[in-house]
């Protein structure tokens, strides 16, 4: 069974830093694209960055400039280095990634609330 855990969620002040991480578990033969979203209550989740297995990344324009998504193939962990948050970046953030077992899957983290208030 595969499972996407996320870590590095919390509380920070406006013009603070936080760096998420996600790490694939279980039986896979290899994962392609992965990325983060983030969603806040009632409102349509979002990409907010994205990234292929050989590095190549897009990011949400809110994010631009501020927000770092990387990855390690050999940990199979995503990360996403946030700096300069705001509060309007406060949501719950998974991450996603496209997963070669028998065939491709998108599985889900299971969130982790970021929060930016003074």
């Known amino acids: 069974q595969v499972q996407l855990v996320e870590s590095g969620g919390g509380l920070v002040q406006p013009g603070g830093s936080l760096r998420l991480s996600c790490a694939a578990s279980?039986?896979?033969?290899?994962?392609?694209?992965m990325g983060w979203y983030r969603q806040v209550t009632e409102k349509q989740r979002e990409i907010v960055a994205a990234i292929t297995r050989g590095g190549s990344t897009n990011y949400a324009d809110s994010v631009k400039g501020r927000f770092t998504i990387s990855r390690d193939n050999a940990k199979n962990t995503v990360y996403l280095q946030m700096n300069s948050l705001k509060p309007e970046d406060t949501a719950v953030y998974y991450c996603?990634?496209?997963?070669?077992?028998?065939?491709?899957?998108?599985?889900w983290g299971q969130g982790t609330q970021v929060t930016v208030s003074s």
């Open positions: 279980g039986s896979f033969f290899s994962i392609n694209d």
């Open positions: 996603n990634a496209a997963i070669y077992t028998c065939r491709i899957n998108y599985y």
